[in-house]
């Protein structure tokens, strides 16, 4: 199993971006997908899932609104649009692969098995 996340980049406040996440080796339908950031000195942030049964997306209350996450099973490729960047979005970016993705109670729900490499997202004030 293999995650290629791509498309980070240097952008200005109130840009837009958009990161890919290729799969290899697996059906990437098969899994839900999923985004987490990482800033410097910070713990990582859960961005966004995709669900593999339903195709629902979740997002963090952080980027709702400004990001969209879409999936094309055809190249078993997801993304995630970024738009209206704001300098605190500044982080690297990964892309994982969970056996699920769902709303508790209170949570959404998304644990990773699989993760892919980095792609740095730098947003200038």
């Known amino acids: 199993v293999q995650l290629q996340a791509s498309g980070g980049g240097l952008v200005q406040a109130g840009g837009s971006l958009r990161l890919s996440c290729a799969a290899s080796?697996?059906?990437?339908?098969?899994?839900?997908i999923g985004w987490f950031r990482q800033a410097a000195e910070k713990e990582r942030e859960w961005v966004s899932c995709?669900?593999?049964?339903?195709?629902?997306?979740y997002y963090a209350d952080s980027v709702k609104g400004r990001f969209t996450f879409s999936r094309n099973n055809a190249k078993n490729t997801v993304y995630l649009q970024m738009d209206n960047l704001k300098p605190e979005d500044t982080a690297v970016y990964y892309c994982?692969?969970?056996?699920?993705?769902?709303?508790?109670?209170?949570?959404?729900?998304?644990?990773?098995?699989?993760w892919g490499q980095g792609t740095v997202v730098t947003v200038s004030r």
């Open positions: 994982a692969a969970a056996p699920s993705c769902f709303r508790s109670a209170s949570d959404v729900i998304f644990k990773p098995a699989y």
């Open positions: 080796r697996f059906t990437l339908d098969y899994y839900a």
């Open positions: 995709i669900s593999s049964t339903d195709g629902v997306t």
